[in-house]
């Protein structure tokens, strides 16, 4: 079975400030990793994904992920916070088969001017 | 850009009713998917459909829920007799068959409120 733990509920970071969102999984096969960000009454946005390709990953608005296997981490970063970036982010993994997407418990991202 | 539509953006329902939502997946996709986001917890995966049948489905998926692709853009899932736990946020996904099978574009989703 595969799971996804994503440390820490709530993040807290100031404008400009370094952002770091968590994220480990467990899955006995070769797995498939992505951050979705969800803003206030909106759906799912998928940020980046990992299929086993390159294990640096960029997405969009500035957002990277690095997957390391020694470490089962998928770890979320950018540079530089901005406002805009407060949301909830779900890290999410799937087997080779793409049926399921099986999400993390989401961390909530809030940024201070 | 093509974007999951679904309706209604809120459902409000007295238990024991039945309820269908509905979703517009992007039109050259083949894989349809349902999730549910209970108010402030994680969103799980119900089934996933290809080929005009169940691919996978959870645990959760028991008897009062189906899903139907009754014509050729819409996908459905209904619950027969809705129980106050199944109040919830719906997001239904689809993905394409060629190489973004492996992304998933998500609905805006529908709010249940089952009374």
């Known amino acids: 079975a595969q799971s996804v733990t994503q440390l820490g509920s709530h993040v807290s970071v100031s404008e400009g400030a370094l952002v770091l969102l968590r994220c480990n999984y467990s899955?006995?096969?070769?797995?498939?990793l992505f951050w979705y960000v969800q803003y206030p009454n909106q759906g799912l946005q998928l940020l980046l994904k990992y299929t086993s390709a390159a294990t640096l990953v960029k997405g969009i608005n500035g957002f990277e992920a690095e997957f390391k296997k020694s470490e089962t981490s998928f770890h979320l970063t950018k540079p530089s916070a901005h406002m805009s970036d407060a949301a909830e982010y779900f890290c999410?993994?799937?087997?080779?088969?793409?049926?399921?997407?099986?999400f993390g418990t989401g961390t909530r991202l809030l940024v201070s001017p | 850009e093509p974007e999951v539509t679904q309706t209604p953006s809120h459902q409000v329902t007295q238990m024991g009713q039945e309820v269908i939502l509905r979703c517009v997946p992007i039109?050259?996709?083949?894989?349809f998917y349902w999730y549910r986001q209970i108010l402030g917890q994680k969103v799980e995966f119900l089934v996933s459909?290809?080929?005009?049948?169940?691919?996978?489905k959870s645990e959760i998926f028991d008897d009062q829920f189906s899903v139907e692709r009754p014509d050729g853009s819409n996908f459905t899932l209904k619950i027969r007799s809705t129980k106050l736990e199944d109040s919830a946020m719906y997001f239904c996904?689809?993905?394409?068959?060629?190489?973004?099978?492996?992304?998933?574009?998500f609905g805006p989703g529908t709010r249940l409120t089952v009374l």
């Open positions: 999410a993994v799937s087997d080779e088969s793409f049926q399921k997407l099986v």
């Open positions: 899955s006995s096969v070769p797995p498939y």
């Open positions: 039109s050259n996709h083949l894989y």
């Open positions: 459909f290809y080929n005009n049948e169940i691919s996978e």
């Open positions: 996904a689809s993905s394409g068959g060629d190489t973004s099978f492996n992304e998933q574009f």
